[in-house]
């Protein structure tokens, strides 16, 4: 439990201060600059957000969790404002502070800045919760999905969207550059174990995932073509590892990102 609390002290930090070292904030970097100019060049964010708010379906009557929030995703305010009650938790005060802002207008809508591992967290019975980017910032996938299971209602729903670790290239990259990271103690990217407990634990509805084929395309792009013929490409890739991704569990260990509709099991 200290090393819990201590990790979380340590995050917070991290995400209130962006206290990263010189070789965490490169990896940043040209990380997000190449993944941004993949998702814009192919409409990625817009299938992703499109294909969230398909999930989410009728708020009217439900009450949801938007699990590490932080200033507010790009669901945050919609959910808010469709949701019957919205709460929204972060580790970050500052983060926190910023979201009661945006969201200060909606009257069902409650923020806070707190651990959702810790008994000061005493909400429940959620019909959804929506994790972006979140579930793997555990290490321990059990406790959390414990915690998960008695937080939601009967039939309760996770929306989750996070990195994976099992395509060998992206594992060796990782690899190598985890020893120099700052983030190392919360950023656990999804290995095929860590699938497999949600997927025993949970009943997976539906599920994409992206940058499998498409993770190449920064080989085509030092290609003398040009760049609509990069661009046909990509989204050619993009829907193969979109559809396939589905249904065969291969292909999706080949993708670097994983967006899941979850369900609890009913007893």
């Given at each position: 439990m200290d090393e819990m609390k201590d990790i979380?002290?340590?995050?917070?930090?991290?995400?209130?201060?962006?206290?990263?070292?010189?070789?965490?904030k490169v990896w940043y970097y040209f990380r997000n600059k190449t993944l941004n100019a993949?998702?814009?060049n192919i409409g990625l964010e817009k299938e992703i957000y499109d294909l969230h708010l398909s999930w989410l379906g009728d708020?009217?009557?439900?009450?949801?969790?938007?699990?590490?929030?932080?200033?507010?995703?790009?669901?945050?305010?919609?959910?808010?404002?469709?949701?019957?009650?919205?709460?929204?938790?972060?580790?970050?005060?500052?983060?926190?502070?910023?979201?009661?802002?945006?969201?200060?207008?909606?009257?069902?809508?409650?923020?806070f800045s707190v651990d959702f591992l810790s008994s000061e967290f005493n909400e429940k019975d959620f019909d959804l919760i929506y994790a972006y980017g979140?579930?793997?910032?555990?290490?321990?996938?059990?406790?959390?999905?414990?915690?998960?299971k008695q937080k939601l209602?009967?039939?309760?729903?996770?929306?989750?969207?996070?990195?994976?670790?099992?395509?060998?290239?992206?594992?060796?990259?990782?690899?190598?550059?985890?020893?120099?990271?700052?983030?190392?103690?919360?950023?656990w990217p999804f290995s095929r174990k860590v699938y497999h407990k949600y997927s025993n634990e949970f009943e997976i509805v539906e599920?994409?995932?992206?940058?499998?084929?498409?993770?190449?395309?920064?080989?085509?792009?030092?290609?003398p073509i040009g760049k609509h013929k990069k661009e046909t490409i990509g989204?050619?890739?993009?829907?193969?590892?979109?559809e396939k991704s589905r249904q065969s569990d291969s292909h999706m260990f080949?993708?670097?990102?994983?967006?899941?509709?979850?369900q609890l099991k009913s007893n």
């Open positions: 979380n002290s340590k995050q917070k930090a991290f995400y209130d201060n962006k206290e990263k070292n010189f070789v965490t993949f998702r814009k708020l009217t009557e439900k009450k949801v969790l938007d699990l590490g929030c932080y200033e507010g995703n790009s669901l945050s305010y919609y959910m808010a404002k469709n949701s019957k009650k919205y709460v929204g938790i972060d580790l970050s005060e500052k983060a926190i502070i910023m979201l009661r802002r945006r969201l200060n207008s909606i009257p069902n809508a409650e923020v979140v579930l793997h910032h555990f290490r321990n996938t059990e406790e959390l999905i414990q915690k998960l209602k009967p039939g309760g729903r996770i929306i989750s969207y996070d990195p994976l670790t099992t395509s060998l290239p992206i594992k060796l990259v990782r690899t190598l550059y985890r020893p120099f990271q700052t983030d190392k103690d919360w950023e599920r994409r995932a992206i940058l499998g084929k498409t993770k190449w395309l920064f080989l085509i792009n030092l290609l989204k050619k890739w993009h829907t193969i590892d979109w080949k993708c670097m990102h994983l967006t899941m509709l979850m």
